[in-house]
């Protein structure tokens, strides 16, 4: 097994990371918080690090030094961190958390280490509105205030100047942009760096000094898997982590995956720089790529990439359950154009009614077919009694602004529906044409609580203008609603 820089687990050395010394002062070893330049003093044994893909800090830590007044309910397991008119709350173990009364899902659930809850960094960044930066290589979080650090509240800790312009020491770390040599204000595209890269669990893993937008694709004969890495190129001490040749390429064998050979990694452009990134694989396999915002991305390969049908039931039929989101008094986000979701999934889900009543080998059924309310624990009690073979959400998205994202994502909960999710999103993105915003995992009620494979649709996002536009369209919903009866028959088998 070959397992660099980033391997799963909290990645420090024992008894160091911020931890205070005999002398009064932190510990300069281990992982390290830095806020507005100041560096805070972590719990001995629960420090910031990278557990599973995801860069976790300590919540206490991070919210005192912001002047969070942070309260842990031992009955419910919640911890609630409020300020001003601010509040923010997590369940240990859950991958949601409550903002005022808004439910958000988070990439990694809270837990405990010793008495210590940590949440993920990427949350800490959109929720409390700090710009943030993980650097793998000295294992440090940068976290800077909205007011620059201008602000009190820095946890006692060291002071430090920051990374400087250019100072390759400090790579891992975002700079300012800079202008061009010709005088004008165009800003230059900014150098990201390609710290290591690593395979394990069936999973590849690749550490950047920024977040990166990859372009992640399949090519046959014989099979593979590519990853580009736009602007960004390899850094200093890339190669003394792994081999480089002077040439620019390197790769390392894979031993311990029987559907991975090898990992090979070139800069594949110059001007602007590329790294390609190539799984060799000795079979096809799916995979999914999740970001944590911070630089870490994440290439996880399923066994096969093949849809395996589900057993019929004795009269032949498969029973599907279709959930239109939210209704009633739940009326889900408000769009752009101030409409309710509620009212664009039960639109879309009476069309996919109309098309399923013309399939002679589904049965089905409805969550709700009029505005009404239903809870969560009620959509997914009603498959669950009726065995459903297949249970599909229906939701638009949302987010706050400045982010203004568009597109289409699939949601699950559970590896069985992995699958499932993997059809769906193809269907659904050729049904909008919107961006493919990728089979995402999350722990909602109705794909966590259901016992049948199950994944939960955003069309679209209905904070941004053009998706909002086309969501409340009948052409729209209609192309929504037949995207969304092919993709369950192309999982059924029929």
Same mark, same amino acid.
């Given at each position: ?42 719990? %001995? ?29 031992? %009955?419910?397991?919640?911890? *609630? ?20 009364? =808004? ?18 960094? &990427? ?19 940068? $976290? ?9 509240? *820095? ?16 790579? /891992? ?16 595209? #900014? ?21 990166? %937008?990859? @372009? ?5 004969? !014989?099979? =593979? ?23 620019? &390429?390197?790769?390392?064998?894979? %031993? ?7 990992? =090979? ?10 790294? &390609? ?23 996880? +390969? ?9 057993? !019929? ?25 101030? @409409? ?36 969560? #624990? ?7 009694? +009726? ?17 203004? !994202?568009? /597109?289409?994502? *699939?949601?699950?909960? &559970? ?18 044409? +919107?961006?493919?915003? @990728?089979?995402?995992?999350?722990? +909602? ?10 994944? $939960? ?31 369950? @028959? ?5």
């Amino acid at each position: 097994m070959l397992c660099l820089l980033v391997v799963p687990g909290i990645g420090h050395a024992a008894g160091s990371a911020g931890a205070v010394d005999s002398a009064g002062k932190v510990n300069p070893a281990g992982t390290h918080i830095y806020l507005d330049g100041h560096e805070l003093v972590q719990p %001995e044994k629960a420090q910031a690090g990278i557990v599973k893909g995801n860069v976790m800090v300590p919540l206490r830590v991070v919210g005192e030094g912001l002047g969070y007044d942070v309260k842990w309910e031992k %009955e419910s397991g919640s911890v *609630t961190v409020s300020q001003a008119d601010k509040s923010l709350k997590f369940i240990i173990g859950e991958k949601k958390a409550m903002v005022g009364d =808004r439910e958000v899902a988070l990439n990694a659930a809270p837990f405990l280490k010793n008495s210590t809850t940590l949440i993920p960094l &990427r949350f800490v960044s959109e929720e409390m509105g700090l710009k943030v930066s993980w650097d793998n290589k000295t294992k440090s979080a940068y $976290l800077i205030s909205p007011d620059g650090g201008s602000g009190s509240g *820095t946890g006692g800790g060291k002071t430090t100047s920051g990374p400087k312009e250019n100072d390759k020491s400090q790579e /891992g770390i975002p700079q300012p942009d800079s202008t061009n040599n010709g005088g004008d204000s165009t800003p230059a595209q #900014q150098q990201t760096w390609l710290n290591g890269i690593s395979f394990s669990d069936n999973r590849l893993q690749i550490s950047a000094s920024a977040d990166i %937008e990859p @372009k992640v694709f399949k090519m046959d004969a !014989p099979e =593979r898997i590519v990853v580009d890495l736009p602007q960004t190129s390899f850094s200093e001490h890339f190669a003394s982590i792994l081999p480089l040749d002077e040439t620019m &390429r390197g790769q390392f064998a894979i %031993e311990d995956a029987p559907g991975v050979s090898q990992v =090979r990694y070139a800069l594949f452009t110059r001007n602007p720089d590329t790294v &390609r990134i190539v799984l060799d694989l000795n079979e096809p396999s799916q995979y999914s790529v999740t970001r944590d915002g911070l630089g870490l991305i994440t290439i996880d +390969l399923t066994e096969s990439t093949a849809v395996t049908p589900l057993p !019929p039931k004795a009269d032949g039929k498969r029973l599907v359950v279709i959930d239109p989101g939210h209704g009633g008094t739940q009326p889900g986000a408000t769009s752009k154009s101030k @409409k309710a979701e509620k009212d664009f999934t039960l639109a879309v889900g009476l069309k996919v009614q109309a098309l399923l009543e013309q399939e002679t080998d589904i049965d089905f059924t409805f969550t709700r077919t009029t505005d009404v309310t239903v809870s969560l #624990q009620d959509r997914a009690k009603l498959a669950n009694d +009726l065995n459903a073979d297949v249970f599909i959400s229906i939701h638009g998205n949302s987010i706050d602004p400045p982010a203004n !994202p568009s /597109g289409s994502e *699939t949601y699950y909960t &559970r590896d069985e529906s992995v699958p499932l999710a993997d059809v769906m999103q193809k269907h659904l993105v050729a049904a909008t044409g +919107l961006a493919d915003r @990728k089979v995402r995992y999350s722990s +909602l009620h109705v794909t966590r609580e259901t016992k049948m494979p199950a994944v $939960l649709l955003e069309v679209g996002y209905l904070s941004n203008e053009n998706d909002d536009y086309l969501m409340y369209t009948e052409v729209f919903q209609q192309r929504v609603a037949e995207g969304i009866v092919a993709g369950i @028959k192309e999982y059924l088998g029929l």
